[in-house]
Every structure is written in structure tokens, then in C-alpha cells.
């Protein structure tokens, strides 16, 4: 009779399985000399491919131990001749920037603040053109158009202050805002200008509200400014133009 | 701290790694029979065919291999758990008609392997009828003494589903001995009233 699984009485099930399972693990003496075999055959290649590829992976070894050193003279030259390179033209991140500035400060190498940097790398604007003996023509200045090169003044304003940033002897000039410095805006609208109206008020920045303004170089022209300025009568010459400027001042 | 001293195994093992044919010799008498059986249990057509490209595999693959013998034994088991797989999968596609049934004859005439094949059998009406999975658990856990987390890994669960796995199987199991048990107990009767005198296998009962 065949011998019942629960021949062992109050056996858990696990420990029923266990059991049975041991006795189940069958042998390998049948297959064990085959598959010994394979694996002396197995490794007896795995030797001989060793072997053969040693050479090529002891050139990867060789270029993968250069590849390293390429990335790190790589970071050295960056280190030493970019980064310097780019302090001194002023393109660093500002934080950077100052610390390169101050570091080089301290070995007496002038590298330039983010500041300074960004104010030399600004396009030098001709504010003023014309000394304060110049007056407004009065003529009609069309709006600044980049495209479209500025006609000169008859007067040979155009002349005057033709290199940026450089005044002429006795030349005022005013900053950027048109504001004259030594004080309030030396208005020099002339008596008896009707002052623009509000709309006829340029969008952009008011531009030099106290010069006579300049039909070769004023900013403040507008398209409805340059109509004011159009439309004013002959007489009053330099009224549209200082009108446009008081305008923009307002 | 000391590092511990090399245990046999990691001799053995390092001796493996250097491709020394003695030293697989003794990894392959110690742990062929276990992958044998679980392939077995799991009722693979061609158990031997599977266990050689496991070991081959092993041989291949031991330079990936770090840990103890408990786990050298799971890393086996999870290679011959993907064979399994693999070789179910290829069947799919071609099937192979099998002669018999798989189930397997003693590989000699002797006490020893009659035994065996009995217990094999024995094994199988405890497990037959389980979804596979619940089978591997139960074989690998109990049979083959493996942990929780090693199970996992090679079922490519994790560990909190693993247990909850177990712990159905081990339902499933505890219905199966009880039935088996209902069963044997009805045989047993039914062949205590027609029992004759004596074995017919020649063994006395008395």
C-alpha cells in the first residue's frame, strides 16, 4: 500500500512539505559528469576569450585612463585662461564678476565692475549735438528712425559733439534725461511758444526738455509731436521743438 | 574591526572565480540537486536539459555574483526560475508533445531512488492544483529554506505582496492536506474492508 503523505500525525502542513520535499530532491549523479563537462568547456572558452581580448582592453584601459586626464586639463585651461579672459570683458554673472574684481584688485589687475562693465558695453548715445548757442531751427524733424540717417543740421550742429562722450570746449550737455546739470532745467523755451498739447506728448522718455532741441538729433519726436512740430507756423521757430521738449517735461 | 575569516565557501568560491574546475565541481554536487528539484517540483518537461544551461549560465555570469551560500543558492534558483519561464514560453510557440506525463521515473532500481520517487510524487498531490506561483513560494520557502526577501526578488515582487502571496498559498495548502488526508482515510477504510491476508508486494503484514 502506498505510504499516505500524513503518515506523521499532528504534522503541520508546512512541516509535511519539508519533509516530503527533501525526500523528493531527486540526485545528479545521472547528469552530473555531462554537465560537468560542459562547464570545463564553458570555462576553457571563457579562458581563451580572456586571453585574446586582453590587449584591446588594456588599450580601452589606456584610453579610458587618458579621457580623464583630457577632461581635466580641460577644466585647467578653463580655469586659467576663459575664465580670466572673460572677467576682463565684463561678461560674467554679476556676483562673479565683483569677485573677480575684487581678487584682481588686491594683485593690482583691473577688471571691470558689473557696473562698469554694463555701461561700456551701452551704446554711446550723441545726447547733444549743439552747444547752448545753438538754436532751434524750427524745422521739422521727422521721428528717429534707425534706418533712416538723421539729416544734419544747416547750422553745423550735426558737427558739434559728433565723437560720444566727448563735450566740446564751452558745450553743456545735458544727461540723458535732457536734465542740464548745475541745477533745474535750463528751459530755454521761447517766449511766446504755445506749449503742446497733452496728446501731442512723446511716449518716449523726454529728451533734453531744456535744449533747444535739435531737428538732427532730438529723441522726443513722436509721430504726433513731429505733426505739432509740422504744423507750427514759421515764426515760431524752435517753439514746436521746445514746446515738444516742455511737453515732455511735463 | 577584523574582517572575518574566508569561510569554506568563499574559498571555494574565489577558487570558482578564477575558473578552477575542482572548485565548480564542489558548487555543482552541492547545489545541482536543489535546482534539480525545484525544477521538478515545478514539473518542467526537461528538467536536466534546464539545470545544465543553469549551471552554464552560473558560469558565465559568477563574476556578478557577491554574497553567502544562502544567497549563492537563491541566485541559482533565480536563474533557473527564468529558464523555467523561458523554456514554458518557447513551448507556447512550439508545442512538443511529451511522450508521458512528466512525471518522473526512478533514474535506478534502488531503494534510495524508488524512495525518492515516491516522495516526488507525494509532493506533487501536495502541490497540484495551486497556481504556480503559490507553488514557488511554498517549494522555495519550505523546501528549500530560502527568506522572504529572496523570494521576492525572484518572483520580481515585493517583499509585503510576497508575504500575502505566502500566506494564500499556505491556505491553499492547508485545503490540500485536509482533502488529501479525507482522501487517504476513505482509501484506507475501503482497502481495510476487501484487505487481504497478505501484501501482494510479498511484505507480511503481521
Known sequence: MRRSPNSHVGESPTDRLARVGAAATPGVEHVASAHLAAIERELVIMRTVAAADAPARSRDRLQQGRRPRAVAYAAVFAALVVMPSMALAGVLPDPVQRAASRFAANVGVHVPLPETAAETARPQVDDVTRGPKDVDSGKAKPAPDATVPEPSNGRGAATRGTTPGRPEPGEVRGNRYGQVPGGPDRGTATPGAKPATPASAPSTPPASSGRPSDPGGSKSSSPAASAAMSSAPAGTKGGAGNASGTSARD | ?206
Not at chain 2, 487517504?184 to 484487505?195: E, I, K, L, N, T
Open chain 2, 1 to 206: 574591526m577584523d574582517p572575518s575569516p574566508p569561510t569554506d565557501f568563499q574559498r571555494v568560491l574565489e577558487a570558482a572565480r578564477r575558473g578552477e574546475d575542482g572548485a565548480w565541481r564542489a558548487l555543482y554536487l552541492a547545489h545541482a540537486p536543489a535546482v534539480l528539484g525545484y525544477l521538478r517540483a515545478q514539473r518542467a518537461v526537461s528538467p536536466e536539459d534546464l539545470v545544465g544551461e543553469v549551471w552554464l549560465q552560473a558560469v558565465r555570469d559568477l563574476h556578478r555574483f557577491t554574497g553567502d551560500e544562502g544567497g549563492f543558492r537563491g541566485w541559482l534558483m533565480t536563474i533557473a526560475h527564468h529558464r523555467l519561464l523561458d523554456a514554458r514560453r518557447a513551448a507556447t510557440r512550439r508545442p512538443v508533445e511529451v511522450a508521458e506525463e512528466a512525471g518522473y521515473t526512478a533514474a535506478s532500481s534502488e531503494p534510495e531512488a524508488v524512495e525518492q520517487v515516491g516522495a516526488e510524487q507525494d509532493l506533487h498531490r501536495l502541490l497540484d492544483g495551486m497556481p504556480e506561483r503559490q507553488r514557488t513560494v511554498l517549494y522555495l520557502r519550505y523546501v528549500q529554506d530560502m527568506s522572504q526577501r529572496e523570494v521576492a526578488t525572484l518572483l520580481g515582487v515585493s517583499t509585503p505582496a510576497m508575504k500575502m502571496l505566502q500566506a494564500r498559498a499556505l491556505r491553499a495548502l492547508d485545503r490540500r492536506v485536509r482533502e488529501l488526508d479525507a482522501a487517504d482515510a476513505q482509501a484506507s477504510a475501503d482497502a481495510g474492508v476487501g484487505a487481504l491476508p497478505f501484501d501482494p508486494e510479498g511484505r507480511s503484514r503481521h
